[in-house]
Nanobody
Framework: QVQLVESGGGLVQAGGSLRLSCAAS????????MGWYRQAPGKQRELVAH???????NYADSAKGRFTISRDNAKNTGYLQMNSLKPEDTAVYYC???????????????WGQGTQVTVSS
């Protein structure tokens, strides 16, 4: 089985920074795309940032210039560096990844359990 475990969330003042991590474990052959999503109370889950296996990235407009997504393929871990945080960034942040468990298998999509980020004004 494959697990994605997020960490690094917490309470921070506006203007502060947090670094989220997403560690994949289990039977993993390769991890293709990884992404960070967030869901605020009463709102739909939305894409924050996305990174391909080769490192190509894209960001939601709300994240551009403030957030940086990265990954360490050797460690099967993804990261989201969040700077200049705003109260409207408050949400549960989820890691998402497309993972192949064996050479012969297709990718399957996995979600982490989420980590709470709260930004106070």
């Amino acid at each position: 089985q494959v697990q994605l475990v997020e960490s690094g969330g917490g309470l921070v003042q506006a203007g502060g920074s947090l670094r989220l991590s997403c560690a994949a474990s289990g039977s993993i052959f390769s991890i293709n795309a990884m992404g960070w999503y967030r869901q605020a109370p009463g709102k739909q889950r939305e894409l924050v940032a996305h990174i391909s296996r080769s490192g190509s990235t894209n960001y939601a407009d709300s994240a551009k210039g403030r957030f940086t997504i990265s990954r360490d393929n050797a460690k099967n871990t993804g990261y989201l560096q969040m700077n200049s945080l705003k109260p409207e960034d408050t949400a549960v942040y989820y890691c998402n990844a497309d993972i192949r468990q064996t050479f012969a298998s297709r990718s399957a999509n996995y979600w982490g359990q989420g980590t709470q980020v709260t930004v106070s004004s």
